[in-house]
T-cell receptor, first 111, second 111 residues
Framework: KNEVEQSPQNLTAQEGEFITINCSYS?????LHWLQQHPGGGIVSLFM???GKKKHGRLIATINIQEKHSSLHITASHPRDSAVYIC?????????????FGTGTRLTIIP | DAGITQSPRHKVTETGTPVTLRCHQT?????MYWYRQDPGHGLRLIHY???????DKGEVSDGYSVSRSKTEDFLLTLESATSSQTSVYFC??????????FGPGTRLTVL
């Protein structure tokens, strides 16, 4: 079983809809990352969370450490939000920091 | 953007030949990672480094070796390439406690 599970795997929505992508993990972590991969392949970091909630523009990320769960929300979705969204957890093991990734959620926003 | 480059960006090789991929960073980040990305699997950790000459295996390390003789370079070697190693390879770097930065990826095809 993967240490990081994302849902859904694929999501198609109409422009303007509110989007939620979920991430659950099974290990103790020191931080959780949300990343975005565009069709061209480039991967960029969106958020790093260790508690609570962060907001950047129309993107909001939340984390519940006790429940080992995080969500990424997109408000007023736009076709340019179409991408693969990836959750990763940061496991710190005696100073050897390892990142473990979920399989990603492919989001398609239809105009 | 962090200064992370990968070379080559594309390579086609034959089964049984050795292949070395290079990741070069100009950010002086301590941690460096090699991942492979395959459909249905997401990003899987091959090897990572937590300092010069300090490396550790990831979840899919069989058939791969790495070396880090200086902070800025992390080399991934396939001693004898197999068709199952056809993939897109991403290098990432991060400083302690920071967000990951990704290279542009290397598309490797083993015939």
């Amino acid at each position: 079983k993967n240490e990081v599970e994302q849902s859904p795997q694929n999501l198609t929505a109409q422009e303007g809809e509110f989007i939620t992508i979920n991430c659950s993990y099974s290990v103790g972590i020191s931080a959780l990352h949300w990343l975005q991969q565009h069709p061209g392949g480039g991967i960029v970091s969106l958020f790093m969370l260790s508690s609570g909630k962060k907001k950047h523009g129309r993107l909001i990320a939340t984390i519940n450490i006790q429940e080992k769960h995080s969500s990424l929300h997109i408000t007023a979705s736009h076709p340019r939000d179409s991408a693969v969204y990836i959750c990763a957890v940061h496991i710190s093991n005696f100073g050897n920091e390892k990142l473990t990734f979920g399989t990603g959620t492919r989001l398609t926003i239809i105009p | 953007d962090a200064g992370i480059t990968q070379s080559p960006r594309h390579k086609v090789t034959e089964t049984g030949t050795p292949v070395t991929l290079r990741c070069h960073q100009t950010e002086n980040h301590r941690y460096m990672y090699w991942y492979r990305q395959d459909p249905g699997h997401g990003l899987r950790l091959i090897h990572y480094s937590y300092g010069v000459k300090d490396t550790d295996k990831g979840e899919v390390s069989d058939g791969y070796s790495v070396s880090r003789s200086k902070t800025e370079d992390f080399l991934l070697t396939l001693e004898s390439a197999t068709s199952s190693q056809t993939s897109v390879y991403f290098c990432a770097t991060r400083k302690r406690g920071g967000v990951p930065f990704f290279g542009p990826g290397t598309r490797l095809t083993v015939l």
